[in-house]
Protein backbone atom coordinates (compact mmCIF):
# COMPACT_ATOMS: atom_id res chain seq x y z
CA UNK A 1 0.00 0.00 0.00
CA UNK A 2 1.48 3.33 -0.79
CA UNK A 3 2.69 5.90 1.51
CA UNK A 4 0.37 8.83 2.57
CA UNK A 5 1.64 11.70 0.66
CA UNK A 6 2.10 15.02 3.16
CA UNK A 7 -1.84 16.04 4.60
CA UNK A 8 -3.37 13.28 3.24
CA UNK A 9 -5.15 10.49 6.31
CA UNK A 10 -6.52 6.74 6.39
CA UNK A 11 -9.91 6.42 7.31
CA UNK A 12 -10.76 2.95 9.26
CA UNK A 13 -14.16 2.60 9.41
CA UNK A 14 -16.16 -0.86 11.14
CA UNK A 15 -19.58 -1.96 10.50
CA UNK A 16 -21.48 -4.68 13.26
CA UNK A 17 -23.04 -7.30 11.30
CA UNK A 18 -25.60 -9.91 12.47
CA UNK A 19 -23.10 -12.37 12.20
CA UNK A 20 -26.09 -14.69 10.61
CA UNK A 21 -25.74 -12.13 8.13
CA UNK A 22 -21.97 -11.40 7.23
CA UNK A 23 -21.81 -13.39 4.46
CA UNK A 24 -24.78 -12.16 2.71
CA UNK A 25 -22.88 -8.86 3.81
CA UNK A 26 -20.14 -10.34 2.06
CA UNK A 27 -21.29 -11.00 -1.33
CA UNK A 28 -22.96 -7.81 -1.69
CA UNK A 29 -20.06 -5.69 -1.55
CA UNK A 30 -18.08 -8.40 -3.48
CA UNK A 31 -20.55 -7.59 -6.07
CA UNK A 32 -20.54 -3.89 -5.78
CA UNK A 33 -17.21 -3.50 -5.50
CA UNK A 34 -15.88 -2.22 -9.14
CA UNK A 35 -19.00 0.71 -8.24
CA UNK A 36 -17.49 1.48 -4.94
CA UNK A 37 -14.11 1.93 -6.39
CA UNK A 38 -15.28 5.04 -9.21
CA UNK A 39 -17.83 6.56 -6.26
CA UNK A 40 -14.99 6.35 -3.81
CA UNK A 41 -11.34 6.48 -5.25
CA UNK A 42 -9.88 6.87 -1.51
CA UNK A 43 -11.67 3.33 -1.05
CA UNK A 44 -8.73 1.05 -0.65
CA UNK A 45 -10.76 -2.45 0.57
CA UNK A 46 -12.63 -4.02 2.99
CA UNK A 47 -11.76 -6.90 5.42
CA UNK A 48 -12.95 -9.48 8.05
CA UNK A 49 -11.70 -10.77 11.51
CA UNK A 50 -11.43 -14.93 10.74
CA UNK A 51 -10.56 -15.64 14.56
CA UNK A 52 -10.51 -13.80 17.47
CA UNK A 53 -11.75 -10.11 17.71
CA UNK A 54 -14.83 -9.59 17.09
CA UNK A 55 -16.28 -12.33 14.09
CA UNK A 56 -19.34 -9.88 13.10
CA UNK A 57 -16.92 -6.74 12.58
CA UNK A 58 -15.91 -5.80 9.10
CA UNK A 59 -13.59 -3.37 8.25
CA UNK A 60 -13.47 -0.56 5.40
CA UNK A 61 -10.14 1.20 4.90
CA UNK A 62 -10.34 4.83 2.52
CA UNK A 63 -6.94 7.24 2.10
CA UNK A 64 -8.32 10.67 1.66
CA UNK A 65 -6.03 13.79 0.08
CA UNK A 66 -7.86 15.99 2.88
CA UNK A 67 -10.81 16.28 4.68
CA UNK A 68 -12.94 18.40 1.86
CA UNK A 69 -12.05 15.45 -0.55
CA UNK A 70 -13.35 13.03 1.76
CA UNK A 71 -16.66 15.36 2.30
CA UNK A 72 -17.09 16.17 -1.13
CA UNK A 73 -16.63 12.63 -2.37
CA UNK A 74 -18.94 11.11 0.12
CA UNK A 75 -21.57 13.49 -0.32
CA UNK A 76 -21.50 12.87 -3.87
CA UNK A 77 -21.50 8.51 -3.28
CA UNK A 78 -24.71 9.21 -1.22
CA UNK A 79 -26.50 11.09 -3.60
CA UNK A 80 -25.56 8.03 -6.12
CA UNK A 81 -28.35 5.34 -6.95
CA UNK A 82 -25.99 2.82 -6.30
CA UNK A 83 -25.23 3.74 -3.18
Not at 49 to 56: D, I, L, Q, R, Y
Request: proline share 6%; net charge negative.
Amino acid sequence: MPSPSQGSFFELRRDQVIPSALHNYLDEHNQTADERRKLLPGWKGIWKTEVGGSVHQVHHLYQWDNYDQRDRIREIAEDHPAW
